[in-house]
């Protein structure tokens, strides 16, 4: 970290240039600087990814319902209201 410190405009320079940079403190890893579209990649995977579960869990509550004898829209309508109160 000191070092980090001391050098803090080559290792912004290194990072613009796409190579993410780790610090460490005492030989542990403590953080890791990214350039912004590293970054912002990395945010659209956690956010594809929490899609995907949330369209899974739709599919299994749908598959339950209708399992129960119920309609199915039932989960449309709460998947609406939940978006308009959001």
Not at 28 to 34: E, F, H, N, P, T
Not at 51 to 75: C, H, I, K, N, P
């Amino acid at each position: 970290m000191e070092e980090a410190r001391i050098r803090l405009g080559q290792l912004a320079d290194e990072v613009g240039e796409g190579e993410p940079v780790v610090l460490t403190r005492r030989g542990r890893v403590v953080a890791v600087l990214l350039s912004p579209s590293e970054y912002d990649r990395l945010l659209e995977g956690d956010r594809r990814l929490a899609r995907q579960e949330l369209e899974e869990r739709l599919s299994r509550a749908r598959e339950a319902v209708a399992a129960a004898g119920l309609d199915v829209s039932l989960v449309e309508d709460a998947v609406k209201a939940a978006r308009r109160s959001g």
